[in-house]
């Protein structure tokens, strides 16, 4: 078969004949590392998947060449190539194919599905492409600091019919971001073909949708990857902004190693093994006389060893330690808990004293940035920055395009680059989109990956607005049945600031959810100190003393207990209040502590009830406290629906005074 030529252009000429064969290895071991996984997977002796990239080795390694050292790639399943060409050992990838304690994925995720933050390659997560938000993130971090790092968003063409990849590439137009956007185009999304994946002729026209440049480029000369990528990341690197680039390959196997690619026909085939990648580089660099046949044929024996041997090695290393796994849910926080005198105070409502809490991080620390649709400018939908903009300025009050996956994932890269940002989501009815990115990249990242992400997603919950049913969620059950990530729900302006500040300092994502209607609640102003301090995050606080019964409540229900507390008292029943503050980590012991002494509970929630906090709350109680009950413990929550806009039906659905006070008499 008569092999396609490529020849040297650009930046590749400059290249020495080491540097080549670096290239030259890595491609190569990647070919015979695929080859024997994919062997051994089928052969039974690989449990779990594997998706060899095996065809594709020119764009891996050229991706990876194109890049600076301490550039960041942000990949998929099918990149190992590149993560080999980044610095990755071949003893970290056998472990984590085998799931192994010491493997970068810890046991946690097996196959290509991870990264090693620290070589410049970010977590592979299966839901496509969920590292190009990170990789815009880490991006943005760069161009804050003018640290020249570029990040690249690369996947295959199928992922880019996806809302997380137009997003991060429109992101990355509209703030001119170092990003160089790589796609692989290697002819089939699992069995699906390009045109039933999109609609212009090329991936690469999309590019002009977002305002940036594009080059369709032959993914399997490795000359022109490097040329290309290399070009491109400069660019990127002087403030020239993203390019697109599409590298059109084809992979030589299935989508994975149980799929025989049947849906490709001989003559595709025939196409593109004309066009091998690695034969057309081992022709070329025996034609300029740096390499002779008999040194590839030495190398690869040489790597088919290697190979075998740490395989070997790696399957009967450590296994991970179930034990480990609750530990490994969140980073330990390290840094001193802010200290205040408090002599210095001012009254604030419940939204002063955020204002207050987001001037003074941004003022104490500047890694602390914001994002969101509005905040800058406009200061805000509720005008929760107010001020900020004039005084920070677009790049650390950064208004943001509608995109909530978007920059919700931006803040996970940024947070990785060691940067503290803050969301403000405008209402946190949108936080649905973003969960993706909050559950998979933000909620895993230290768990699977090692790395803390210290980040914030704030914004306005609740109903009481006549806002109906997509400005009223209270969304805290839906964001508590997520390991990895904290929720915070002040009820008041103390509070509010000092969870804020908690929630900036602490390693991990933290949920903060503001009640709308607390925002300018006159009844609630408070004084509130001056400087920062911390209202540490996991401690519930009780807020009324009392013996009768004890009422567990949270954010805007908790004056709703308060009330009520007052007009059970008329009757003789004395209320003890429990504001949890916090829902994960939920502080246990004052709930239980608070029945041991009262012997009966009422739960309070905005939120529907089905699978709810205040579920997991009564389960805690029946669970550990069950023998300090007088009665069964009774819930005053909304109907299982959802809510409604008329002011009759949103009236009847928020939980009111009067019904906690029914509720809690039926009781006694
Ligand atoms: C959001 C999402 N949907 C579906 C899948 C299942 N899936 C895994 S790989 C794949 C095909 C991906 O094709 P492409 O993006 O072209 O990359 P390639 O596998 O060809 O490298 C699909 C559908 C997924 N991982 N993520």
């Given at each position: 078969?008569?092999?396609?030529?490529?020849?040297?252009?650009?930046?590749?000429?400059?290249?020495?004949?080491?540097?080549?064969?670096?290239?030259?290895?890595?491609?190569?071991?990647?070919?015979?590392?695929?080859?024997?996984?994919?062997?051994?997977?089928?052969?039974?002796?690989?449990?779990?998947?594997?998706?060899?990239?095996?065809?594709?080795?020119?764009?891996?390694?050229?991706?990876?060449?194109?890049?600076?050292?301490?550039?960041?790639?942000?990949?998929?399943?099918?990149?190992?190539?590149?993560?080999?060409?980044?610095?990755?050992?071949?003893?970290?990838?056998?472990?984590?194919?085998?799931?192994?304690?010491?493997?970068?994925?810890?046991?946690?995720?097996?196959?290509?599905?991870?990264?090693?933050?620290?070589?410049?390659?970010?977590?592979?997560?299966?839901?496509?492409?969920?590292?190009?938000?990170?990789?815009?993130g880490?991006?943005?971090?760069?161009?804050?600091?003018?640290?020249?790092?570029?990040?690249?968003?690369?996947?295959?063409?199928?992922?880019?019919?996806?809302?997380?990849?137009?997003?991060?590439?429109?992101?990355?137009?509209?703030?001119?971001?170092?990003?160089?956007?790589?796609?692989?185009?290697?002819?089939?999304?699992?069995?699906?073909?390009?045109?039933?994946?999109?609609?212009?002729?090329?991936?690469?026209?999309?590019?002009?949708?977002?305002?940036?440049?594009?080059?369709?480029?032959?993914?399997?000369?490795?000359?022109?990857?490097?040329?290309?990528?290399?070009?491109?990341?400069?660019?990127?690197?002087?403030?020239?902004?993203?390019?697109?680039?599409?590298?059109?390959?084809?992979?030589?196997?299935?989508?994975?190693?149980?799929?025989?690619?049947?849906?490709?026909?001989?003559?595709?085939?025939?196409?593109?093994?004309?066009?091998?990648?690695?034969?057309?580089?081992?022709?070329?660099?025996?034609?300029?006389?740096?390499?002779?046949?008999?040194?590839?044929?030495?190398?690869?024996?040489?790597?088919?060893?290697?190979?075998?041997?740490?395989?070997?090695?790696?399957?009967?290393?450590?296994?991970?330690?179930?034990?480990?796994?609750?530990?490994?849910m969140f980073a330990e926080r390290t840094n001193p808990v802010i200290q205040n005198?408090?002599?210095?105070?001012?009254?604030m409502?419940f939204i002063e004293a955020i204002t207050n809490g987001l001037d003074e991080l941004m003022e104490d620390d500047e890694n602390v940035f914001m994002m969101g649709?509005?905040i800058?400018?406009?200061?805000g939908?509720f005008?929760a920055t107010?001020?900020l903009?004039?005084?920070?300025?677009?790049?650390r009050v950064?208004?943001?395009?509608?995109?909530?996956?978007?920059f919700t994932?931006a803040a996970v890269?940024a947070a990785l680059?060691g940067k503290k940002p803050i969301v403000e989501l405008?209402?946190y009815?949108?936080v649905?989109?973003a969960?993706?990115q909050i559950t998979?990249e933000a909620a895993?990242y230290h768990?699977?990956?090692?790395?803390a992400v210290p980040m914030v997603v704030r914004g306005p919950t609740g109903?009481?607005?006549?806002?109906?049913?997509?400005?009223?969620?209270s969304p805290e059950?839906l964001l508590a049945?997520h390991p990895g990530i904290k929720v915070v729900a002040p009820s008041n302006p103390y509070d509010a600031k000092g969870l804020l500040v908690a929630a900036v300092n602490d390693l991990n994502p933290v949920m903060y959810l503001e009640h709308k209607?607390l925002y300018?609640?006159?009844?609630?102003?408070?004084?509130v100190p001056?400087g920062l301090y911390e209202v540490e995050i996991g401690k519930g606080k009780?807020?009324?003393?009392?013996?009768?019964?004890?009422?567990?409540?949270w954010s805007?229900?908790?004056?709703?207990?308060?009330?009520?507390?007052?007009?059970?008292?008329?009757?003789?029943?004395?209320?003890?209040?429990?504001d949890i503050r916090t829902i994960v980590p939920l502080d246990?012991?004052?709930?239980?502590?608070?029945?041991?002494?009262?012997?009966?509970?009422?739960?309070?929630?905005?939120?529907?009830?089905?699978?709810?906090v205040?579920?997991?709350?009564?389960?805690?109680?029946?669970?550990?406290?069950?023998?300090?009950?007088?009665?069964?413990?009774?819930?005053?929550?909304?109907?299982?629906?959802?809510?409604?806009?008329?002011?009759?039906?949103?009236?009847?659905?928020?939980?009111?005074?009067?019904?906690?006070?029914?509720?809690?008499?039926?009781?006694?």
């Open positions: 078969m008569k092999i396609e030529k490529i020849t040297r252009k650009g930046y590749s000429s400059t290249l020495s004949k080491e540097q080549l064969w670096d290239v030259y290895k890595s491609m190569k071991t990647q070919r015979l590392l695929e080859d024997r996984l994919l062997k051994m997977y089928k052969g039974g002796q690989l449990s779990g998947a594997v998706y060899p990239g095996i065809g594709q080795e020119a764009s891996m390694a050229g991706i990876a060449a194109g890049m600076a050292d301490t550039d960041i790639f942000g990949g998929t399943h099918r990149d190992l190539g590149v993560q080999i060409k980044k610095g990755v050992t071949l003893k970290e990838i056998a472990l984590n194919f085998f799931g192994k304690h010491d493997g970068p994925s810890k046991g946690r995720d097996g196959n290509s599905h991870f990264g090693v933050v620290d070589k410049g390659t970010l977590m592979v997560v299966s839901p496509l492409p969920d590292s190009a938000p990170v990789a815009v880490w991006a943005l971090a760069s161009q804050q600091s003018g640290s020249g790092v570029v990040a690249v968003a690369n996947c295959g063409e199928g992922a880019t019919a996806t809302g997380t990849w137009h997003e991060s590439i429109n992101m990355a137009g509209v703030l001119n971001l170092p990003v160089v956007f790589t796609v692989q185009n290697n002819q089939f999304a699992y069995s699906s073909p390009n045109e039933t994946e999109f609609g212009t002729p090329n991936v690469a026209d999309r590019a002009a949708g977002y305002g940036i440049p594009a080059k369709i480029i032959d993914g399997n000369d490795i000359y022109e990857v490097i040329d290309v990528m290399h070009e491109a990341c400069e660019n990127a690197r002087n403030g020239n902004g993203p390019t697109l680039i599409e590298l059109v390959t084809f992979r030589h196997y299935g989508h994975a190693g149980h799929d025989p690619a049947e849906y490709v026909n001989d003559e595709v085939r025939e196409f593109w093994m004309k066009r091998d990648p690695i034969a057309r580089f081992e022709d070329s660099l025996v034609e300029e006389g740096f390499f002779t046949t008999e040194q590839f044929v030495s190398l690869n024996e040489e790597l088919d060893a290697e190979i075998k041997e740490t395989l070997d090695w790696a399957k009967n290393q450590k296994d991970p330690e179930p034990q480990n796994e609750v530990p490994d005198d408090g002599s210095s105070k001012e009254t409502n649709e509005d800058g400018v406009f200061e939908a005008k107010k001020g903009f004039n005084k920070y300025g677009p790049f950064i208004d943001t395009s509608i995109s909530e996956g978007g994932g890269g680059a405008q209402f009815d949108f649905y989109p969960l993706d998979t895993k768990w699977k990956a090692g790395k109903a009481g607005t006549r806002s109906g049913p997509f400005h009223s969620i059950s049945h209607k300018r609640k006159p009844d609630i102003k408070m004084e001056l009780i807020v009324k003393k009392g013996s009768d019964l004890t009422i567990v409540t805007g229900m908790v004056s709703v207990a308060t009330e009520a507390a007052k007009q059970l008292e008329n009757d003789g029943i004395n209320v003890e209040i429990v246990e012991e004052i709930i239980l502590t608070s029945v041991e002494k009262t012997s009966n509970l009422c739960i309070l929630q905005e939120d529907v009830p089905f699978s709810s205040a579920s997991e709350i009564s389960s805690l109680v029946a669970e550990k406290g069950f023998w300090n009950l007088d009665n069964p413990i009774v819930k005053v929550t909304p109907p299982n629906t959802h809510i409604p806009f008329a002011p009759v039906l949103e009236d009847a659905f928020i939980p009111s005074v009067e019904k906690v006070v029914k509720a809690v008499k039926e009781l006694q």
